[in-house]
């Protein structure tokens, strides 16, 4: 989507449909005061015959209103003047998106409103916008016939209209963030998306090497089963075994500082397919377990953004990817890998086996010296368990960086929760055979799991996102969302001192 700041008489610009909102009771926004005064009345008076009350989401599509320029008028409710959040903010800009993605319109005007919603800035507010309509214009494309496709002519362009020129550049600056946002989030959700046999650990490092060709401030290495196993990744390599398609240890480099900036590391689980193992899963929604590498995609969809905005930084994006299958040669409940770490691990469940790939990875990473290292993983149904779909779960030993994280999850609305990480759960990953074990219990599954991996990320600041709830939809809207690469940009945006 393009997008393009437009200021000056809102009557007279030229689109083919022009948004505007009106507040609850039939209380026009002033952008809808402007047309209403161009056009001599004509808005309130077809407003007073009721076909728009001003809900949220609610629109009205006005054809020829005299005096004004553009061919269609777009009437679109934002609720209760008094009562404007932003969660009503981003209901009704979703709702327009759809309206504007069906109309068969390729272009359109959407006058940001005044008053703002409350509490919220011009920059977040046109940022909010960007993203929103990219959410909804996104469509998968990809293994469907053209014929299948929908819709025939999707919207192309976006104006976003303020009144006052002198706020052009905050607004600028957010359709500059918002589009690299997007493409990293567009990026997450496609590969999301695409199924097991098409992404595989081959593909997922096959594409990254293609993003690195792209950017020349990006470099790509990308390690092998042997490499692996001469490193001593043992814990990879066990879930690794159970799986025809060879395993890959995807490691990107972007260079945006100097060489002596320590980097900043993000690290995504990677499994393109998890089936359970030998721990087989039900077979119910199993399908869904091809998202189980939207930690991945989403450190990918990071990164492309950071590419795309030339971030001033240094950044280092591991993915370790495998499918996790059963076979003959698969991880068996009781078999004890050693990782990369030297401890040793007794898997229990092999089920559990993003927490084994994560292990390997986080230990890895240690030879890049990094400054903070997030890792990204959808590592338990119990996270969804504790807090449902909406907010990721965070967990931190380093206050600063809850509150970074927590804010840069507010500022995108892609949040996180902050969930204990005490050594007082430590003790449930006891393990009679081995150094641990690879599961902790029913009780507090995804503090466990994060206690698991905070054993291998001892050596610097680091926090864990346990995106299982955030990552994809089920039911009819099925697919992946790109969460939380809006929130990863935003945080290195304002580690690059952006923002
Ligand atoms: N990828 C799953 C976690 C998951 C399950 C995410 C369902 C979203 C929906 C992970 O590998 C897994 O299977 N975790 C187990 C851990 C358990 C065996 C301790 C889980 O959460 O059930
Ligand atoms: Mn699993
Ligand atoms: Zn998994």
């Known amino acids: 989507m393009e997008f393009k700041i437009k200021t000056g008489e809102l009557a007279a610009q030229k689109t083919p449909c022009l948004v505007v909102g009106v507040f609850e009771k039939r209380r026009l926004t002033e952008s809808a005061e402007r047309l209403d005064a161009a056009s001599n009345g004509r808005l309130s008076a077809l407003l007073k015959k009721g076909d728009l009350s001003g809900g949220v ?6 054809y020829d209103l005299p005096g004004i320029t553009a061919e269609r008028v777009l009437l679109l409710g934002l609720g209760k003047r008094n009562e404007f959040t932003r969660a009503n903010y981003r209901q009704a800009l979703s709702a327009v998106a759809s309206v504007l993605q069906q109309s068969g319109a390729e272009g359109a005007t959407l006058a940001l409103p005044t008053p703002l919603p409350r509490g919220l800035d011009l ?12 959410e909804r214009c996104y469509r998968y494309t990809r293994t469907k016939s053209e014929d299948k496709q929908e819709p025939k002519r999707p919207l192309k362009r976006l104006n ?3 009144a006052a020129r002198g706020e052009s550049a905050s607004v600028e600056l957010a359709i500059h963030h918002g589009q690299a946002m997007a493409e990293g989030i567009r990026l997450a959700r496609e590969l999301g998306n695409l199924p097991g046999n098409l ?7 096959e594409q990254t090497q293609v993003m690195a060709k792209e950017f020349p401030k990006l470099s790509v290495e990308v390690l092998d089963e042997s490499q692996m196993q001469a490193l001593g990744m043992g814990a990879l390599l066990s879930v690794a075994r159970g799986s025809r398609q060879p395993p890959r240890l995807i490691v990107a480099q972007y260079h945006g500082a100097d060489t002596e900036t320590k980097p900043l590391a993000l690290i995504g689980k990677g499994l393109t397919f998890d089936a359970g193992g030998i721990s087989l899963k039900q077979a119910a929604d199993m399908d869904e377990m091809k998202f ?15 590419c795309l905005l030339e971030l001033p930084l240094n950044l280092v994006v591991i993915i370790p990817a495998t499918e996790n299958l059963p076979d003959g040669a698969a991880n068996k409940p009781g078999d004890i890998v050693t990782s990369l770490s030297g401890q040793t691990i007794e898997i229990l469940n092999t089920d559990a086996e993003g927490r084994l790939i994560l292990a390997d990875a986080l230990t890895y990473c240690e030879r890049f010296e990094p400054e903070t290292v997030i890792d990204l993983a959808t590592l338990t149904g119990s996270c969804v368990i504790a807090l449902g779909k909406h907010p990721a779960g965070l ?13 840069a999850g507010e500022a995108t609305w892609d949040r996180v929760w902050r969930l204990p990480l005490w050594e007082d759960y430590q003790e449930q990953l006891n393990s009679n055979f081995a150094d641990m074990a690879n ?18 990320a001892k050596k610097y600041r680091w926090a864990h996102l346990d995106i299982a709830g955030v990552a994809w939809l089920s039911g009819k809207d099925k697919g992946a969302t790109g969460r939380p690469v809006a929130l990863l940009t935003h945080w290195l945006l304002t580690r690059a001192g952006a923002l």
Do not use: K
Not at 123 to 134: F, P
Not at 395 to 407: H, S
């Open 123 to 134: 920059y977040t507010a046109a940022r909010d916008a960007v993203l929103m309509v990219e």
């Open 160 to 162: 976003l209209w303020i």
């Open 395 to 407: 967990f931190t030993n380093d206050e600063r960086l809850a509150t970074e994280l927590t804010a």
């Open 199 to 205: 992404c595989t650990p081959t593909y997922l490092a």
């Open 439 to 456: 599961i902790g219990g029913r009780e507090g599954g995804a503090i466990t799991a994060a206690c698991f991996l905070a054993r291998f």
């Open 57 to 62: 989401g609610q629109t009205l599509l006005l």
């Open 292 to 306: 189980d590498m939207a930690g991945g995609a989403a450190v990918l969809g990071a990164m492309r953004a950071a």
